[in-house]
């Protein structure tokens, strides 16, 4: 990747010939021929839950990502940030769709997203706090791609082929993701004196939502004994290595924020939220919800 133009390291060729982000429409199915039949002895239920919940992270973040389009500190970065979002959206799409699928609901993917309430959504409560400045954003999103990429890591071997299918092409870009954010963390950290200070009490912001993100839902650990899904717990290690060395490198230190309780034991995974994600979803539904079945 190109160290001097962030737009054009964004968006240079690969060596298979395709560009790192398209732009525009006519992608093709990233699942075509994919044998969407349930393993044999998995529960569907649980399937679909699992899926929903690695969705709405991904569709959760992809919202707040959108929300720097005409705000960020610089055209490159904007653009940066709108495809990050893209990219985390098409993650979103591909899970809810298999979720659907998987519970024999047959719901779709845009219903699964737009008529929830904010109770039945199942993702980590670090995607949808609002984003700070940009280095909050920057911290989230450093520490958010390195988690998940850990876990696609490994659900690249599920047992489901449609959930391995989507977390080999997530791998690919959730590697950009961690590498754009570890770059501006370096940066900032190891720049002037006041950069330094606000990238250091990013981390510091972010921090009591890390816990988190390893602790095993019941729902997870099922799909990891069947072998469809990946213990968040198992990532821990490589996860605070990677920090690690972000962290060093950026002469930051080490956060020591305590951890943000949940209640009674509960938080993202169970329904639990914190009160910016009505808001979110409000904005993120509205729409859809004024002109049901409408389409554009």
């Not at 699942?31 to 991904?58: F, I, N």
């Amino acid at each position: 990747m190109s160290d001097e133009n962030a737009y054009q390291a964004l968006t240079e060729a690969e060596p298979d010939g395709e560009s790192r982000w398209a732009f525009g429409t006519g992608f093709d199915d990233p699942l075509s021929g994919v044998d969407t039949t349930l393993p044999d002895d998995v529960d569907g239920a649980a399937l679909g839950e699992y899926c929903t919940m690695l969705g709405d992270d991904a569709l959760v973040l992809s919202h707040r990502l959108t929300e720097w389009v005409t705000n960020a500190p610089e055209l490159e970065d904007e653009l940066a940030l709108a495809n990050i979002a893209l990219d985390l959206l098409g993650q979103a799409r591909l899970l809810l769709s298999r979720a659907g699928q998987a519970d024999g609901s047959g719901r779709g993917e845009d219903e699964l997203a737009y008529f929830r309430e904010d109770r039945a959504y199942r993702n980590v409560r670090l995607v949808e706090v609002p984003n700070g400045d940009f280095a909050e954003t920057i911290a989230r999103l450093l520490v958010f791609s390195t988690w998940r990429l850990a876990l696609f890591s490994r659900l690249a071997g599920s047992r489901d082929p449609v959930v391995a299918a989507i977390a080999a092409k997530g791998v690919k870009e959730l590697a950009y993701h961690r590498e754009y954010a570890a770059r501006w963390v370096v940066r900032l950290g190891d720049g002037t004196e006041l950069s330094h200070e606000r990238m250091r009490a990013a981390i510091e912001a972010v921090w009591p939502f890390v816990d988190e993100l390893f602790a095993t839902h019941d729902v997870e650990r099922r799909m990891t004994d069947a072998g469809t899904g990946a213990d968040p717990a198992q990532v821990r290690a490589e996860f605070d290595e990677v920090l690690a060395q972000v962290l060093r490198t950026a002469l930051l230190p080490w956060p020591e924020t305590a951890p943000l309780s949940g209640v009674n034991g509960a938080a993202g995974r169970d329904g639990i939220h914190t009160e910016h994600l009505a808001y979110l979803l409000a904005e993120m539904q509205s729409l859809a919800r004024a002109h049901p079945e409408a389409t554009w």
